[in-house]
């Protein structure tokens, strides 16, 4: 996998989808993550609001705050190099205003070192990601399932299955666009409609349970590294199952000192 000397940028994306090379997104939360990922060369970082299902113990990811989501930005720059970081905007940080989405955004970069911000929705986030990026803050678009809307939608479910939905995505994807986002995630969409949002488009599609068609493809962290429990999405594969291995190391640093055994440095032989 290629990897730059430098941070990768907007434009390095936009050369990639104009050449057909695919783009790597994985969600982060910390440094340690961070910097394996960034090592890994991965190209994109994304601190997303899943923090609340993953790392801050939530039923959803609605409860996540601007305070917990810059906190965990800022921990995910310290520890990447190269791959652009996206801190992922939560629920009502840019509903309810363009001042407070323009001041909200701004902190990512400001406070943060974020590279840009990800919001949820499309058309009608039209003139929230105008007015971020006419401002300098690059912005990514999400549509298709939304998790801050799980409540309204009643739950998680594919979007686009008739024709009425599939016109709307499609319209929202070219809103995004227009709007100036550099990129936008399909999430739960048909394969066969993020295929054709991302013949479309000019800007790179990045895609999560949207089919192998997109311009790249974004997975939790903790679903591909088996550290989500017995729950896997069929969205998502595992690579590696370290949640197991530290159970089991765990287990074992228990044992040793509960049984007087513990001792500092390397396992013997």
């Known amino acids: 996998m290629e990897s730059l000397e430098r941070r990768y940028t907007v434009r390095d994306l936009a050369k990639m989808k104009a050449s057909g090379r695919r783009i790597v997104m994985v969600t982060a939360y910390d440094a340690i993550m961070a910097r394996l990922a960034d090592a890994a060369g991965l190209h994109l970082l994304l601190v997303g609001d899943s923090m609340g ?19 965990l930005t800022a921990a995910v720059r310290r520890g990447a190099r190269r791959a652009m970081v996206i801190g992922d905007m939560p629920f009502l940080s840019y509903q309810v205003s363009l001042e407070e989405a323009v001041m909200n955004a701004g ?9 840009g911000v990800k919001l949820e929705g499309g058309r009608v986030m039209h003139g929230v990601i105008r007015r971020l990026v006419d401002v300098g803050i690059p912005v990514m678009g999400h549509i298709g399932l939304l998790p801050q809307s799980v409540l309204k939608d009643g739950g998680y479910r594919i979007h686009g299955k008739s024709q009425a939905e599939a016109a709307a995505l499609l319209d929202d994807a070219l809103a995004v666009q227009e709007a100036g986002a550099f990129a936008v995630v399909l999430e739960g969409v048909p394969p066969a409609l993020a295929a054709e949002i991302t013949a479309r488009l000019t800007i790179p599609t990045i895609g999560i349970g949207a089919g192998p068609h997109c311009d790249g493809q974004v997975q939790v962290i903790t679903d591909i590294l088996g550290l989500g429990g017995d729950f896997v999405p069929k969205h998502a594969k595992v690579y590696a199952q370290l949640g197991q291995a530290v159970l089991d190391g765990l287990k074992q640093y228990v044992r040793e000192v509960t049984e007087g055994d513990f001792k500092p440095g390397p396992p013997e032989n």
Do not use: C, F, H, W
Not at 107 to 115: H, I
């Open 53 to 71: 299902n993953t790392v801050l113990g939530y039923e959803n990811t609605i409860p996540v705050t601007m305070a917990e989501s810059l906190a």
């Open 107 to 115: 902190r990512y970069l400001k406070e943060a070192g974020a590279d």
